[in-house]
Nanobody
Framework: VQLQASGGGLAQAGGSLRLSCVASGSTLSSYAMEWYRQAPGKTRGLVARISITGVTYYAASVRGRFTISRDNAKNSVDLQMNSLKPEDTAVYYC???????WGQGTQVTVSS
């Protein structure tokens, strides 16, 4: 069971990026999934979660700007990030909810 995160890169403030977390060896639709992020010198924190039934949760800092969703055809969970801010700069990780199974992380850098 592996998770592969992709889609990070460099964006300007106010711009958008879309992250994707693709699973191999499991069907993501059977699991609640999460996106976390870790900025330099800070602890890793929850960004968004989607339940098996599609109920979503967002950290206050990203609510209204980020959207977590599933793409069952791709076996992925995506994170659409709009209205990006420099403080969104971090390495973003996906995770199976309640487990220690993480993707490898993808760097997001937002310039002002």
């Amino acid at each position: 069971v592996q998770l592969q995160a992709s889609g990070g890169g460099l964006a300007q403030a106010g711009g958008s990026l879309r992250l994707s977390c693709v699973a191999s060896g499991s069907t993501l639709s059977s699991y609640a999934m999460e996106w976390y992020r870790q900025a330099p010198g800070k602890t890793r924190g929850l960004v968004a979660r989607i339940s098996i039934t599609g109920v979503t949760y967002y950290a206050a800092s990203v609510r209204g700007r980020f959207t977590i969703s599933r793409d069952n055809a791709k076996n992925s969970v995506d994170l659409q990030m709009n209205s990006l801010k420099p403080e969104d700069t971090a390495v973003y990780y996906c995770r199976y909810y309640g487990t220690d199974i993480w993707g490898q992380g993808t760097q997001v850098t937002v310039s002002s």
